[in-house]
C-alpha cells in the first residue's frame, strides 16, 4: 500500500470527505483547548458526513450525525452557560450515580442494538460495532454537557474501533483512530489539569 492510498484510507480521497476530517481534527484540538469556537467545525463536520453517509446509503450513519448536529446545537447553550472569566469552558466532574446510570445505558443499548444488527442485518460484529456507536452517542452527549468523564468514554471507543478496524483489515482507518485515542489521552489530561487548578464546577 502507497503512502497516498494509506492517507486516503484515513482521511478519504474526495475534497468533501478530506474537508470532513480535516474539520473533524480542528473541532477535537479546539474541544481539547475548551474552547466555544470548536461548535462551527463541528457542525460543519457532521453536515457534511450526514451527506457523505446518505450518498453512500450508510443511512444508519446518516442519521447518527443529525443526532449529532442536534446535541451540537444544544452543546453551544451549555457550554456558554459554563465560562469562566476568559470565556473557556469549565470542566464538571460526574457523579458516581450519573456515572452508573450512563454505564447501565451503555450495555441496554448495546444489547438492544447489537440483537437487532445479528437478527436483521449481516454485520460482521453486530454487537462490537453496537458498543461503539452507543458510547459515541454517550460520549457526545456527556461532552455537550462538559463533563470530563466524556474523554474516557472516546477513549475506549477509540481502543475498540481500532480493535475492529485492525481486525477488518482497515488499517488506515485504524491509524486514524489511534490519533483520535492520542488527541482523546490529551484531552483528558489537559481537561482534569484545568479542575485541577480550581477552574471546574461541580456536577
Not at 446510570?101 to 443499548?109: E, L, N, R, S, Y
Request: proline fraction near 2%; charge should be neutral.
Amino acid at each position: 500500500m502507497s503512502l497516498t492510498e494509506f492517507l486516503g484510507g484515513m482521511f478519504g480521497t474526495r475534497a468533501i470527505e478530506i474537508v470532513a476530517a480535516t474539520f473533524g481534527l480542528i473541532n477535537v484540538v479546539l474541544i481539547i483547548r475548551r474552547s466555544m469556537w470548536n461548535y462551527p467545525f463541528g457542525i460543519a463536520m457532521v453536515i457534511l458526513y450526514c451527506w457523505i453517509f446518505y450518498e453512500a446509503r450508510l443511512y444508519s450513519d446518516a442519521l447518527l450525525q443529525i443526532f449529532f448536529l442536534v446535541i451540537q446545537v444544544f452543546g453551544i447553550f451549555w457550554w456558554l452557560k459554563g465560562r469562566d472569566d476568559t470565556g473557556l469552558v469549565m470542566a464538571r466532574d460526574l457523579s458516581p450515580q450519573s456515572a452508573g446510570m450512563a454505564a447501565m445505558i451503555a450495555m441496554i443499548g448495546t444489547a438492544a442494538l447489537g440483537y437487532s444488527m445479528n437478527t436483521w442485518t449481516d454485520a460482521a460484529l453486530p454487537y462490537w460495532d453496537a458498543c461503539t456507536t452507543v458510547l459515541s452517542v454517550i460520549a457526545q452527549i456527556l461532552m455537550a454537557r462538559r463533563y470530563l468523564q466524556s474523554w474516557l468514554v472516546w477513549i475506549t471507543v477509540d481502543v475498540l474501533a481500532i480493535g475492529i478496524y485492525l481486525t477488518k483489515d482497515l488499517t488506515p482507518t485504524a491509524a486514524l483512530y489511534a490519533l483520535f485515542l492520542c488527541l482523546s489521552i490529551a484531552g483528558y489530561l489537559r481537561w482534569r489539569n484545568s479542575m485541577a487548578k480550581g477552574i471546574a464546577v461541580a456536577a
